[in-house]
């Protein structure tokens, strides 16, 4: 993964980086970790400080671009992700968009605002003031079309993480935290449940590890928690001594101070 690693930055940046290694390897490797894992391993992409993206895209093809810029004037950028997405084939993410039009200043020639003189078509209403009360108004008690039952199991878009309905009207919990607590009791402070195999899809209680917070960072920022399953308690033992040389140089130094 490493020698992968360093090959792909030489013209990719870090979040296409992660997801090459990703696709790869079948791992979940995201944009920070493989930024420290270039410090860490000393990798080197051999362009200049601050020119990865200085007239050229690592990301997009020169034909994305030429339709990245032909048509964000009429499109938004999620709209335009889609877009992109279903004429290339692609899986870009709205954040990689969002990106290249920033750095690259593309102008969509939009306000957000209406143009001067223009009255909007419900100016003086408020409320159902425009078409009064209808059928498809809502009433007391009513319940909404995507109300779902308690037990419904639903993906956090975010982070990818597991929640289940336990509760009305509007109540969730990670399914993770909730098997861990089954089986084991709360989780103190400090402390976070984490997924061996790194599949926060994959709950099973055998696949589940409770880590100091600390730990977890210190793991994240050495690009350790990408390790497999077995190893994970090695990553976290050099986490530890991590921290712990981290403590006692930290008290050395005020020592020679005082």
Known sequence: MIAYGRQLYLSHDYEECAR???ERFGTQVNRDQFRYATKNYKMRCGRPTGQMNKGRSSVFSAEQQAFIREHYSALSRKD??????????????VSQISGYVRNHKINSGRTGHFP??????????????LTGANRTSFKKGHRTHNTVPVG?????????????KVAEPNQWEFIHKRTWEQHHGPIPDGWVVSFLDGDRTNCAIENLELVERSVMAV?????????PSELKPVANNVAKLKIAAAEAKRKLKKGKAA
């Open 116 to 129: 001067k003189g223009n009255v909007p078509f419900n100016a003086g209403t408020k409320g159902q003031g």
């Open 152 to 164: 419904t199991i639903s993906v956090e878009t975010k982070d990818g993480f597991l929640k289940i």
């Open 80 to 93: 335009l992700t889609a877009a992109i997405n279903e004429q290339f084939g692609t899986s870009f993410k």
């Open 20 to 22: 090459l290694i990703n």
């Open 219 to 227: 793991r994240n920022r050495m690009g350790l928690s990408s390790v």
